[in-house]
């Protein structure tokens, strides 16, 4: 009932489209089937009239066709026959031929179709989902177990099919030939798979399940290690990452290597059962005196269909050994992809035509798994012309009430006003496409500047003239001229030929590109030395008379340029005020820059 699960799970993942083509390869595959047979039955009656012409008389398909066709010469008759055997052989592996071409086809499509459905659920799953989940495991779902469906599980489905009707049109043939004969054999392929899978089930299941862990830890330690790899080398910490690798690998190399070994054990046994067969079944002709010129068809017959029917068999063990091992994969993409998630390609582009206050009332927020509220009673004003900083302690929730304020999360109670009107869904969603987020860790292209700051449009939309504006805007032309091809100097891998203040001015450029009504910018002096956060808060300044600009930040030097700081402690708003007000009423403020000073 486990493979019937899987099976009917897998074509659960189809589009409509997608069901009915598999109807129709299942009666292609039928198809194929009848043809493959035919073309092993063809093989018959020729060796019957090669070993003795007088078949031509006692066989029925030959008399019939000798009459039908009026042939008078028993050569030109063979001769006919042995071209119509050849061309039903080429035929049929033709027909095979194109099956396999189809199933290929079709379990690629199948798969790119849903690693396209995949990346496209992940991209539009809230933003909640993102910051709560570890994007390792949504990679892992796109690049390893999403191939492993198509190649472990999908292609195993079809396979198991077109062999299957393989299998059931030969042994009706010969069971027409010696029904006996046929229960026999089949009985004892038939139970030889069926207890070899029985006694394996539970254990490639097992496997099928390490392995699914293994992708994921593979993927986990191959992320941790190359995006924290300055530290890793620093620390000297790369045998540890190597020996953990090497754990999680072997333990999924042993239970893939068990999986390909169960697949194969049977063919042995099946092909000395199979032939043991035919050579006791010709022993006893000898032994018995009987007439072997009549007997040679009969058992070529079944030597021929032997060989295509064990293949055959084993290749349907194979196909239910692989939905067993590797199946749970379809469960985890049916619940991935059934997950509640709205995709809206919105093509409507409007911005909100201007921003003068965004105001903050009465806001509540809590995080589904935390215990206590996040937000609380939040009420605060972000006004246009003036450098807004929110300020506070590693978790006072600063970060928390940007993403509110940009519409990413959604509060529990409390309304967001944009210019003194109620914001409701659509102008958050319009006052997304009017912001600019510049985040703490500037993420660099491996390409171009003019990619970099024009990042995300399409190469031929890119207009040169708004990525140099952008770029004066930012402060960042003077060091682009100097590099080796101006805004079109490939940056390296991650930035590695910028300082750090060359690409806060990057991602500046990259927000400004879009002429944003809003700049957020997250601790972005972080990595300056003193002179460059200088010259940063100064272009601010210059800024602030474009746009609405939301800073967050605890830096003592960058809150003295703020015109307004908002300072947060708990979750809730502590105080409001410029640097020197806060330092003189507020002891959370002094704290702050206490240990900043320390730092």
Request: aromatic content about 10%; charged content about 15%.
């Amino acid at each position: 009932m486990y493979i019937f699960s899987i099976i009917h799970r897998s074509i659960s993942l189809f589009s409509r489209r997608q069901r009915l083509f598999f109807i129709l390869l299942m009666i292609f595959f039928l198809f194929s089937a009848l043809v493959q047979v035919v073309g092993l039955a063809s093989i018959g009656p020729f060796i019957a009239l090669l070993s003795n012409t007088s078949a031509i008389e006692t066989n029925k398909v030959l008399n019939f066709l000798y009459d039908y066709f009026s042939f008078t010469s028993t050569r030109v008759f063979m001769v006919a026959v042995a071209f119509g055997s050849l061309f039903m052989t080429i035929f049929s592996n033709l027909t095979s031929i194109l099956t396999l071409w189809l199933l290929i086809r079709f379990t690629m499509f199948i798969g790119g179709d849903i690693q396209r459905r995949l990346f496209e659920n992940l991209m539009f799953r809230p933003y909640l989902f993102h910051k709560s989940n570890n994007y390792s495991e949504s990679i892992s779902l796109i690049s390893q177990q999403a191939p492993r469906f198509v190649y472990m599980v999908m292609q195993s489905i079809l396979l198991l099919f077109s062999n299957l009707f393989v299998a059931l049109v030969i042994l009706g043939g010969l069971v027409y030939l010696s029904p006996a004969t046929v229960l026999i054999t089949g009985f004892l392929l038939g139970l030889t798979y069926l207890l070899t899978y029985v006694f394996l089930k539970k254990a490639l299941k097992r496997h099928g399940d390490a392995i699914s862990e293994r992708n994921a830890m593979v993927q986990k330690i191959l992320s941790e290690a190359f995006i924290g790899i300055k530290e890793v080398i620093l620390s000297r910490l790369q045998k540890i990452f190597v020996d953990n690798f090497r754990t999680v690998n072997s333990r999924g190399l042993y239970s893939t290597s068990f999986i390909s070994l169960s697949g194969d054990i049977p063919k042995f046994i099946i092909e000395t059962v199979a032939f043991s067969v035919i050579f006791i079944s010709a022993i006893i002709i000898l032994l018995t005196n009987q007439n072997t010129q009549s007997i040679v068809p009969f058992l070529s017959i079944y030597a021929i269909a032997g060989y295509k029917l064990i293949p055959t068999m084993h290749q349907i063990y194979k196909s239910v050994s692989a939905l067993s091992a590797h199946g749970a994969v379809s469960f985890s993409l049916y619940e991935e992809l059934h997950q509640d998630c709205v995709i809206d390609y919105n093509n409507d582009q409007s911005e909100l035509s201007s921003i003068h206050t965004i105001q903050l009332k009465n806001i509540h927020f809590k995080y589904p798994s935390a215990q206590n509220t996040t937000l609380e009673n939040i009420n605060v004003s972000f006004h246009h012309n003036m450098i807004n900083t929110i300020a506070g302690h590693s978790g006072s929730g600063k970060s928390t009430l940007v993403d509110l304020l940009l519409g990413l999360l959604k509060p529990d109670s409390g309304m967001i006003l944009i210019d003194n009107k109620l914001a409701d869904k659509e102008t958050m969603i319009r006052l997304q496409r009017s912001s600019g987020y510049v985040p703490q860790q500037i993420f660099i292209l491996d390409d171009t500047v003019i990619s970099n700051v024009a990042f995300g449009v399409n190469s031929n939309l890119i207009s040169e003239n708004e990525v140099i504006r952008a770029l004066k805007q930012a402060n960042a032309m003077s060091f682009v001229e100097n590099l080796p091809h101006g805004i079109h100097t490939r940056l390296g891998q991650d930035g590695k030929l910028l300082s750090g203040g060359q690409r806060q001015k990057i991602g500046i450029a990259r927000s400004l590109y879009r002429n944003p009504k809003i700049l957020i910018l997250d601790e972005p002096t972080s990595a300056l030395d003193i002179e460059s956060e200088y010259d940063f808060m100064m272009l601010l300044r210059k800024l602030k008379s474009q746009v609405l600009i939301i800073v967050i930040s605890h830096r003592p030097s960058a809150l003295k340029y703020s015109d307004k700081i908002t300072l947060m402690q708990n979750g809730k708003i502590e105080s409001h005020g410029t640097f020197q007000q806060l330092k003189e009423i507020s002891p959370v403020f002094i704290d702050i820059l206490d240990k900043c000073t320390l730092e």
